[in-house]
């Protein structure tokens, strides 16, 4: 599969998981015959075309979706780039009136950006962290962060170093992120009490912080990488190319050579699984063309008491998007009461409750679903 055929692949199903059908997705990609950094039939242009549109029409939520398709899958060229801005701005219009803050967080390594819900400092709530993989935003999460304020839950959505408005480097330390986050929200949550529900590559740094900062007390994950996936050269000429350029980009690898030297330094070894002692769910998928089956299967090994939920798709299982959901509401609620020292299983009411809370409506709502990884 080309480049082009490869980022048409994957807009597929990150606009899907972010409530963009897929009538809407058809309608623009024929227009799209190349990635040449400013050609007017261009990835990033045709996409940022059709944001303008919806931008104009007084609709910055739909508008922002695109412009997260047109910087995908980093905003390494200009006009991406002028994407990545929109991106930001056109959701920082349609958040306002929504109970959604944003928290700027100087770092000894550059800047990080949250949205935010929930934070007060009268009333310190458990803390959820959210965070896409290398490819996605936190715009696409921030829409459900008032939903988690109103099960009692502080809430920040956030991004990977190297992605959206994050100017860290990604590297075999940025699981320090995590207890950055917590050490500056503090003051406004019960941090004490943090679940981190980490996508691909935000779960494999969750999992690393969680074997060092007891605060976290639950990880929640989809398609994370635990080893293999750093390691073995046998799976590595099956990782699609836009994953390897865009973590050459976010590390600052010089070639892929270079990369691939790096990453045998992040693999999650015995001593470190073994420190991690929270609650751990993991969603498998069967036919993940980036996580090595070996992966899950370790930490399985390793993790004896974690929860594995398994669906027949792809990285991220888009077409189940649902079901996951579903499903890592479940594992989020099992932390949450074992947190508070409450025996017994989780209870249904409760799952429902939380369940309807962030439901969506087949046509798409500005509350969209959880988006693929």
């Known amino acids: 599969m080309d480049h082009l055929d490869e980022l048409k692949e994957f807009a597929r199903l990150h606009a899907r998981g972010q409530g963009i059908t897929e009538r809407q997705v058809a309608a623009v990609l024929p227009r799209i015959t190349n990635d040449e950094p400013g050609h007017p039939a261009s990835w990033a242009r045709v996409w940022t075309a059709e944001a303008d549109r919806l931008a104009t029409a007084g609709r910055p939520l739909d ?18 780039a002028r994407a990545q801005a929109n991106c930001v701005r056109t959701f920082d219009d349609w958040r306002r009136r929504r109970g959604i803050g944003r928290l700027l967080l100087d770092h000894p390594d550059g800047v990080v950006v949250c949205w935010t819900a929930g934070l007060d400092v009268r009333r310190r709530r458990p803390l959820v962290v959210v ?29 990977m170093p190297g992605v959206g408005e994050n100017t860290l480097r990604y590297g075999p330390d940025s699981w320090r992120l995590l207890p950055f986050l917590l050490n500056r929200l503090e003051r406004r949550a019960d941090v004490r009490r943090t679940s981190v529900l980490g996508l691909s590559f935000s779960g494999h740094m969750a999992l690393r912080a969680a074997a060092d900062d007891p605060r976290i007390r639950g990880v929640h994950t989809v398609g994370a990488p635990v080893a293999g996936f750093f390691t073995d050269p046998l799976w590595w000429p099956r990782v699609p190319g836009i994953t390897v350029e865009t973590l050459r980009r976010l590390t600052g690898s010089a070639d892929e050579e270079a990369l691939r030297l790096l990453l045998r330094r992040f693999p999650l070894g015995p001593d470190t699984l073994g420190a991690v002692r929270v609650p751990v769910g993991y969603v498998v998928s069967s036919r993940d063309e980036i996580i090595p089956a070996g992966d899950p299967r370790l930490l399985a090994a390793a993790l004896p008491r974690a929860r594995f939920k398994e669906f027949d798709d792809v ?28 025996p017994g299983p989780v209870r249904p009411v409760a799952v429902r409750a939380v369940e309807s809370a962030v439901a969506v409506p087949a046509n798409g709502s500005p509350d969209g679903p959880l988006p693929p990884v």
């Open 131 to 159: 965070s896409g993989g290398i490819v996605s935003v936190k715009e696409q999460w921030a829409p459900l962060l008032p939903k988690l304020a109103r099960l009692g839950y502080a809430a920040v959505a956030t991004e």
């Open 63 to 80: 508008a922002c979706r695109r412009y997260a398709l047109a910087r995908f899958p980093h905003h390494g060229d200009e006009v991406r």
């Open 315 to 342: 990285h991220g299982s888009p077409a189940h998007l649902t079901a996951v959901r579903a499903w890592l509401v479940r594992s989020l609620l099992r932390t949450r009461f074992a947190a508070a020292a409450e």
